[in-house]
């Protein structure tokens, strides 16, 4: 510390120390005399107190007018028709490209548009997959160097390109070149969507026909067709008919306020070959003690 230095701080000392002794009062102890600190260190001179804080408080920041959200659940309310279809899907997602220009909300949009695709039933079509991947905008999320292709570079997005699909494959979507084009313009060749698309391409097709007897998508919700169905399955020779009984309405039957009849789905060869599975079918006893009845 410099002579100047120490000049300066025993002057104000000096003059703080003498105004608190001319403040004091004539029989007043020193501890109730209010303290007073130098006016060199930018304080108040005021008395301090828990309610009155020493250095005035920052102006408020002014708070700009916060936008409201795009409330993407009307998007898909505003079909002219109220029809849920793919033309309404559509059309809501163009409406959101051409309410957002930068695409500004485009993952939360993507993740509504996944859930409300069973609704507008288009979770099993292709090109309504292609048109959600191509709301991400293009060459923005690709990896520049190796630092970024170590680290996910844009991982909200890359966990939405790859929710689009794992939604894809769960309903047996097979993507074609349109998709791989599309994921190769967003987020480049070396990144976690387009690995999810190569191991896509490698195991549906082996994967495809694997089950030696397939189960259509849409099943019926007719009982007794669901029956036929399921012998169909069971029965080894791909000749073998099935054939349907219906026990005879009893005799106290009242008409159409009865409960459905029961019936007797049999599986068997045409009589040509071999005897069918349930002779006698159509008759009062049908070996009920061997096969049982099927009630539907």
């Given at each position: 510390m410099s002579w100047v230095q120490a000049t300066l701080l025993a002057r104000g000392l000096c003059r703080a120390w003498g105004g608190i002794c001319r403040a004091a009062l004539p029989g007043t102890s020193i501890s109730q005399v209010p303290r007073q600190l130098p006016r060199g260190l930018h304080c108040s001179a005021a008395p301090h107190s828990s309610e009155q804080s020493l250095v005035s408080s920052p102006p408020e920041p002014r708070q700009r007018p916060t936008k409201a959200l795009v409330p993407y659940e009307d998007l898909f309310g505003q079909?002219?028709?109220?029809?849920?279809?793919?033309?309404?899907?559509?059309?809501?997602?163009?409406?959101?490209?051409?309410?957002?220009?930068?695409?500004?909300?485009?993952?939360?949009?993507?993740?509504?548009?996944?859930?409300?695709?069973?609704?507008?039933?288009?979770?099993?079509?292709?090109?309504?997959?292609?048109?959600?991947?191509?709301?991400?905008?293009?060459?923005?999320?690709?990896?520049?160097?190796?630092?970024?292709?170590?680290?996910?570079?844009?991982?909200?997005?890359?966990?939405?390109?790859?929710?689009?699909?794992?939604?894809?494959?769960?309903?047996?979507?097979?993507?074609?070149?349109?998709?791989?084009?599309?994921?190769?313009?967003?987020?480049?060749?070396?990144?976690?969507?387009?690995?999810?698309?190569?191991?896509?391409?490698?195991?549906?097709?082996?994967f495809m026909n694997i089950n030696p007897f397939p189960v259509p998508r849409d099943l019926s919700q007719d009982p007794v067709e669901l029956a036929t169905f399921g012998l169909r399955h069971m029965e080894p020779d791909l000749s073998a008919r099935v054939t349907i009984y219906q026990v005879p309405l009893p005799k106290d039957s009242t008409g159409a306020a009865d409960p459905p009849q029961p019936h007797i789905v049999g599986s068997g060869r045409d009589p040509g070959g071999v005897e069918p599975l349930l002779p006698d079918a159509a008759g009062p006893g049908v070996f009920e003690e061997w096969l049982g009845r099927l009630r539907v």
């Open positions: 079909a002219p028709s109220g029809e849920r279809d793919k033309a309404s899907f559509l059309q809501a997602v163009q409406k959101f490209g051409e309410h957002s220009v930068r695409k500004r909300g485009h993952v939360d949009f993507i993740y509504l548009a996944l859930r409300k695709m069973r609704e507008y039933g288009v979770e099993r079509d292709l090109a309504v997959y292609n048109q959600l991947l191509d709301i991400f905008p293009k060459e923005v999320f690709r990896p520049r160097n190796v630092i970024q292709r170590i680290f996910v570079h844009y991982p909200r997005q890359q966990e939405c390109g790859i929710a689009v699909l794992e939604q894809m494959e769960s309903h047996g979507v097979m993507p074609n070149k349109e998709t791989e084009f599309l994921l190769i313009q967003i987020f480049g060749r070396k990144s976690y969507p387009m690995l999810k698309l190569l191991r896509l391409k490698l195991w549906f097709p082996r």
